[in-house]
């Protein structure tokens, strides 16, 4: 989420606002809430649209974009989530373009988006 700031900030004078989508599989399972998932994309410097519904729709969701998502609970009870780190590009009529992966040099992100924006 922080890259996703940071490029839409690069790419701000040519391009509309980087949306990303999120699936959490936590409703039902932590009691996270819609307004709680608001509130932590609200930490974020980008535009974000955060998914929520039931842990079978997520699921589903999760299995159609090949995502992956487990809960980790720590020795000491604090609960973690592990989980896909992956943005999936989509140009303007709905295409899957391809990712930007958490690793992935700055430089590749920003001609990937750059590439993607003048397409469309």
Not at 13 to 38: C, I, K, N, Y
């Amino acid at each position: 989420m922080a890259r996703c700031s940071g490029i839409s900030r690069v790419l701000a004078a040519g391009a509309a606002a980087l949306v990303s989508a999120l699936a959490f599989d936590m409703p039902s399972r932590a009691g996270f809430t819609p307004e709680q998932l608001a509130a932590y994309l609200s930490l974020f410097d980008t535009e974000v649209t955060g998914l929520t519904g039931s842990s079978e729709a997520l699921v589903k969701v999760q299995r159609d974009f090949g995502a992956y998502a487990s809960r980790v609970e720590r020795e000491d009870g604090v609960v973690l989530w592990d989980h896909t780190a992956t943005v999936y590009l989509y140009d303007a009529d709905g295409r899957f373009t391809g990712t930007i992966v958490f690793n992935e040099p700055p430089e590749f992100v920003t001609e990937k988006l750059a590439r993607l924006f003048q397409a469309g």
